[in-house]
């Protein structure tokens, strides 16, 4: 048996195993956002890393090479649809927004996908250009969500539509970002102290305890190593531009679609479906 074949084995074992968990559960896993049944939120309620495990039922899950072909075609262009959306409407930093709405929205256009969240940074060393969306970072406003956010819907590992809207008007790195990103290979990668925690906060520490502390991201965010091992970080290359995805937890809005970002002046989640995908993508909805 060859590589490639030894591999899709294991992850269908993998799948039969997770598959079998959730069913004994009283979780029907045939329905699209199954995390939304009562007993998903039940036994969520009881084991607060459980969202885990229907990342880990998406990502192991058997694929036909037509059901690649049908999201290859479906999600690059929805994140370029939605990036293009919020940027018309002036909506910079909306990865939140995003990454809330489209696992939501793929689950209606019948493709399986989960959100992370996490650190995400972009350099271009021959610019000596460096941005950090970092997870452990000092708030802007009490209760601000850090870091960064974007979508695994498989074959695509990292599915980012907001990777555009990170920066201001004018920033030189833009010069460097693509439309979006949506890529099915990427090198896995260790994180560093730099990659997890802001310039601001390492400082901070560095005073505090007279030292600087190169495991200081594991002592933060104590998951990060052991969450790695099934959502390992990646690495993505465009041209000279480097991105780094540092997740550390599985992200999937608790509240419906419509109901997202509700609070909001501009695009919730029901004007985004009813006024925008919808109409765009009628002949995919499942």
């Not at 058997?62 to 049908?70: G, L, M, V």
């Not at 972009?122 to 610019?127: H, T």
């Not at 030292?211 to 965010?221: A, I, Y």
């Amino acid at each position: 048996m060859g590589q490639a074949k030894e591999r899709a084995a294991a992850r269908a074992g993998e799948h039969a195993q997770i598959d079998g968990r959730l069913q004994a559960l009283g979780i029907d896993t045939s329905q699209f956002g199954f995390y939304d049944q009562p007993a998903f939120v039940a036994e969520e309620g009881r084991d607060g890393t459980f969202l885990d495990q229907y990342a880990l039922w998406v990502q192991s899950r058997p694929r036909s090479a037509e059901y690649d072909e049908r999201v290859r075609y479906i999600v690059p262009r929805l994140a370029e649809f939605l990036a293009d959306l919020f940027e018309r409407e002036d909506m910079q930093r909306s990865c939140v927004h995003v990454s809330s709405m489209m696992p939501r929205i793929l689950d209606r256009l019948g493709v399986w996908s989960f959100g992370l969240k996490g650190s995400m940074i972009s350099e271009v060393a021959s610019e000596d250009l460096w941005r950090g969306q970092s997870m452990c970072d000092v708030e802007d406003f009490p209760g601000a969500e850090l870091g960064h956010a974007w979508v695994v819907a498989p074959p695509f590992m990292i599915v980012d539509g907001t990777v555009r809207l990170q920066n201001l008007a004018g920033d030189p790195m833009n010069a460097f970002i693509p439309p979006i990103v949506a890529v099915e290979d990427a090198p896995v990668i260790k994180p560093t102290v730099d990659d997890v925690v802001s310039a601001q906060v390492r400082a901070h520490f560095a005073r505090q305890e007279g030292r600087e502390d190169s495991q200081l991201h594991h002592r933060l965010v104590p998951q990060l190593r052991e969450f790695g091992r099934n959502f390992p970080s990646r690495e993505v290359r465009f041209g000279e531009l480097t991105l780094r995805y540092v997740p550390a937890g599985v992200r999937i809005s608790d509240i419906g679609l419509e109901e997202i970002n509700g609070a909001g002046e501009k695009l919730t989640g029901a004007e985004v479906w009813n006024e925008h995908v919808a109409p765009a993508f009628s002949e995919h909805i499942a």
